[in-house]
């Protein structure tokens, strides 16, 4: 998935970091967190809608090296994907063959 620079700056912001190597972390991270979600469910269409935006936020914050918050940012990003799991808005979307 293509993120866009604004996004990725956003996250930057989220875990305080403004190297080039932050910029490729998070990245990768925003990555992982995707398919994190599609694991329960979730497919991110768009990582620019708020609640899909948070749970970037709240992955990158719990895996970026937060020691001391990070189990609370792990908890936070579990909580929220599974209720977008549960919500069903962000299951795959069912191509009609039909025409």
């Not at 996250?11 to 990555?31: F, I, N, P, W, Y």
């Not at 948070?54 to 189990?71: E, F, N, S, V």
């Amino acid at each position: 998935m293509t993120f866009s620079e604004n996004l990725i700056q956003d996250l930057m912001r989220t875990v305080r970091g403004k190297s080039q190597v932050t910029k490729l972390d998070v990245t990768d991270l925003a990555e992982a967190c995707v398919v994190d979600l599609s694991l329960v469910g979730v497919y991110v269409t768009d990582p620019e809608e708020p609640l899909c935006k948070q749970a970037l936020k709240l992955y990158c914050k719990g895996h970026y090296g937060y020691d001391k918050d990070q189990t609370t940012f792990r908890a936070a990003y579990a909580a929220l994907r599974d209720s977008m799991a549960l919500s069903g808005d962000y299951g795959k979307k069912e191509v009609n063959q039909d025409g």
